[in-house]
T-cell receptor, first 115, second 115 residues
């Protein structure tokens, strides 16, 4: 696609429910990144993919968070048993390759609210 | 570990005034440095980046930034601010193996512009 697409754009869920957030990167981009943006906290790195592999998942906050990427394209971030502190904007970005100097293209994010 | 500090959480300037947003980084080698802007309801957009060479880099929308190794700084400047520059600005440093694999962001500076 022309840009990075994320869905849904907004998600309200009840505490304890599972949620799935989707990211569709730019076609041909091998690198895909997930960040979390909490109010006043800046962007927190979660995980990145090179193809379908995740060499660095050091930013995932707990084992309730997981992510996968299939076909070198779409990625899904899953949060199990959501908690109120999971409320944030989840941003996805893609890059042609895993090199910071190539620059990232960000999606518009998914705003997750846990009530 | 690599880190980025943006000391100013919120800045207000008058339209037409000059602007400087501060950024300090922590990184052992020559860093890859970036400035992104996030306008309300928009995704993050790359303003400029520094990898090597001339320490004064020009970006889009009339912005520039200067890399100062002795001060571990990469401050963003604009000579004359426009109302449309009101947004949140993020400084980032390349991190991971060789500084290549991911970006670490600061907490952001929110810019308000008075008419």
């Amino acid at each position: 696609g022309a840009g990075v697409s994320q869905s849904p754009s907004n998600k309200v869920t009840e505490k304890g429910k599972d949620v799935e957030l989707r990211c569709d990167p730019i076609s041909g981009h091998t690198a895909l990144y997930w960040y979390r943006q909490s109010l006043g906290q800046g962007l927190e790195f979660l995980i990145y993919f090179q193809g379908n592999s995740a060499p660095d998942k050091s930013g995932l906050p707990s084992d309730r968070f997981s992510a996968e990427r299939t076909g070198g394209s779409v990625s899904t971030l899953t949060i199990q048993r959501t908690q109120q502190e999971d409320s944030a904007v989840y941003l996805c970005a893609s890059s042609l390759v895993v090199r910071a100097n190539y620059g990232y293209t960000f999606g518009s994010g998914t705003r997750l609210t846990v009530v | 570990a690599q880190s980025v500090t943006q000391p100013d959480i919120h800045i207000t300037v008058s339209e037409g005034a000059s602007l400087e947003l501060r950024c300090n980084y922590s990184y052992g080698a020559t860093p890859y440095l970036f400035w992104y802007v996030q306008s309300p309801g928009q995704g993050l957009q790359l303003l400029l980046k520094y990898f090597s060479g001339d320490t004064l880099v020009q970006g889009i929308k009339g912005f520039e930034a200067e890399f100062k190794r002795s001060q571990s700084s990469f401050n963003l400047r604009k000579p004359s601010v426009h109302w449309s520059d009101a947004a949140e600005y993020f400084c980032a440093v390349g991190a991971g193996s060789g500084g290549y694999n991911k970006l670490i962001f600061g907490a952001g500076t929110r810019l308000a512009v008075h008419p």
